[in-house]
């Protein structure tokens, strides 16, 4: 969804070609500035296992004209169910729909929305260069001179750190900022096929180790698990995340399982200690300015990473074409980002404090209601 031309830059570096890269890539482009998209992956590539799609996340996607493009890739729903542990059902819970004509909720598979993103950022004909990364970052007069890690050299307008939680922009610009905290929680997730009486998606709660399936497509689905973490010196191999996997889940009923009595060890397992940072003010340096989990990395439970780098991209690039003075702009994309995302992080975190310390359920859907509900207000 165009906008206002942008008249204050003309050329950007976006650093990071994940979701908040190629936000930041479309948004800035659709608007009229010339952008150069850099990721470190030689492949270009995106491992993961389904991602759940909330209201406020599509309708960020929207301010990206790809919604249509996930509802047919992915799945939508307006429902979903929670249970205990054991299977036994407890609700049903109608998702509110937060703009006319814009599904409540859903889920796709990662590789999927990775993929209709690249479709746009192609069709738009954005240069993306691969298997290289930044090295230097010098802001002077007008503009950003930056060193590639592979010997090249270019100047921008402005330079965006889109490069996940390990932001090396981050590092080169931004003393002031400290790397991801561990939360002390790890994620389990797995990807395969569907159970055949599940038709929207589930939680299940009252065990120590809290868990959700969502639909991610006629017949995909992923499901996450959440416990706490323990320190290991060798990471699991995948027979390893399998049995414990399927030791994890040997209490559980319902469909979560028919997951454990069907998953096998060719279906995708991954498993991933949580870490996350709300990182201090200011999130710009001269032309150089930071988004997604450079700068707020935020850990799964109100389901909004994706969606929290997407609305900054798009706040970064209404704010640019509001003024010519790109320090007021950097400002004001701050200022309305800064609120929002510290309530996703600080709110995620707390959730997961209240799981390991065996919290009260009424606490914990308490906090997520809350915070979903101030969500849906318009960024």
């Not at 493009?69 to 819970?93: C, H, M, P």
């Not at 939680?203 to 120590?208: A, L, P, Q, S, T």
């Not at 209240?354 to 997520?368: N, S, T």
Request: hydrophobic letters at 40%; charged letters at 25%; proline letters at 6%.
């Amino acid at each position: 969804m165009t906008g206002e031309k942008i008249e204050s830059i003309a050329t950007a570096l976006v650093v990071g070609g994940g979701i908040g890269g190629m936000a930041t890539a479309i948004a800035l482009t659709e608007r009229g500035v010339a952008v150069d998209l850099i990721d470190l992956d030689p492949d270009w590539r995106v491992y993961g296992a389904g991602i759940t799609i909330t209201g406020p996340t599509l309708r960020a996607y929207r301010h990206l004209g790809l919604t249509d493009r996930i509802k047919e890739q992915g799945a939508v729903t307006n429902r979903s169910r929670v249970r205990l542990f054991d299977g036994t059902l407890l609700r049903e819970l109608e998702e509110p729909v937060i703009e006319e004509g814009l599904p409540a909720t859903g889920g796709i598979m990662r590789p999927v929305l990775h993929r209709l993103m690249q479709e746009r950022v192609r069709e738009l004909a954005i240069p993306v260069r691969l298997g290289v990364t930044v090295n230097r970052l010098e802001t002077a007069g007008e503009g950003v001179d930056v060193g590639f890690s592979d010997g090249a050299s270019g100047r921008y307008d402005m330079v965006v750190g889109a490069d996940s939680v390990y932001s090396a922009v981050r590092d080169l610009a931004f003393p002031h900022m400290e790397a991801a905290q561990p939360t002390g929680q790890g994620c389990w997730r797995i990807s395969m096929r569907k159970p055949p009486e599940l038709d929207m998606g589930e939680f299940y709660f009252g065990h120590e180790f809290p868990c959700g399936i969502t639909i991610c497509g006629p017949d995909s689905i992923y499901m996450w698990m959440l416990t706490p973490h323990q320190r290991r010196e060798v990471h699991m191999n995948e027979a390893e995340l399998f049995r414990q996997f399927k030791a994890n889940l040997a209490p559980f009923g319902g469909n979560a399982g028919w997951i454990r009595d069907n998953m096998t060890p060719a279906d995708w397992i991954n498993y991933r200690p949580l870490a996350a940072a709300l990182q201090p003010r200011p999130w710009s340096n001269g032309r150089v300015v930071l988004l997604g989990d450079a700068v707020h990395a935020t850990t799964p439970h109100l389901a909004s990473g994706a969606g929290m780098a997407v609305e900054s991209a798009i706040v970064l690039a209404q704010e640019l074409a509001r003024t010519d003075n790109i320090d007021a702009a950097l400002k004001a994309y701050e200022d309305r980002r800064f609120d929002r995302c510290r309530d996703v992080v600080e709110t995620s975190v707390s959730i997961g404090k209240l799981q390991l310390e065996h919290g009260r359920p009424d606490q914990i859907a308490g906090l997520i209601e809350g915070a979903l509900a101030r969500l849906n207000q318009p960024f």
